[in-house]
């Protein structure tokens, strides 16, 4: 966490109108990661909300130094899996991988959008837990170490749940589309980002 983070929640413990701009600097973040383990907006929104709450709750309990943002998804993340525990998701994660392959051709943008939709439903299929560590890596762009603290478990564990994600996404994929390598490869990698960011 940098300095001005640690002066934030110190300032929070003080004062309840600081922890407004903790929730300003991780509020879209947050939003975006809930939506696309949602799949709803306005749920997303609300555990969101509950997040902040909770985290706010908790604050006096937080140790100063440590990282916040890996604090504060961990609860999203409890929340979230909790949420899906209570009520299914049914609708489609807004979820866009970086592909490989040209988009300078009709042919080659309908092929995209196949591999994207085909992709987004993969990850819908994961287990949540699978579902929420490909999230905060290649949504949030969280470090293995950042992984490790949201999910409370050794970082070593956390690569081999990343690793195991990316091949039950890969091999979805192979079932789903079993002639995409002729027109290239369209896979989860590390760095890869998102192609666009949903508001």
Do not use: C
């Amino acid at each position: 966490m940098t300095e001005l983070e640690d002066a934030l929640v110190e300032a929070a413990l003080r004062e309840p109108d600081a922890f407004a701009e903790l929730i300003r600097r991780h509020q879209d973040g947050l939003v975006n990661f809930l939506y696309r383990m949602t799949g709803n907006r306005e749920d997303a929104e609300d555990l969101a909300q509950e997040a902040f709450l909770r985290a706010y709750r908790a604050l006096p309990r937080f140790r100063i130094g440590s990282p916040f943002r890996p604090w504060l998804y961990k609860i999203a993340s409890n929340l979230a899996l909790n949420h899906f525990s209570a009520r299914r998701a049914t609708s489609p994660l807004v979820e866009e991988i970086v592909a490989t392959s040209p988009m300078n051709s009709p042919e080659a943008m309908a092929e995209l959008r196949e591999v994207q939709a085909q992709l987004r439903e993969a990850i819908l299929e994961l287990p949540e837990s699978y579902r929420v560590i490909l999230l905060l890596r290649h949504l949030n762009e969280l470090s293995y170490e950042e992984i490790a603290a949201v999910l409370g478990v050794p970082i070593g564990t956390a690569k081999v749940r990343l690793h195991r994600a990316r091949k039950m996404v890969q091999e979805k994929l192979q079932e789903r589309l079993p002639d995409r390598g002729k027109h290239g490869s369209h896979e989860l990698r590390d760095g890869a980002k998102p192609a666009s960011a949903v508001s």
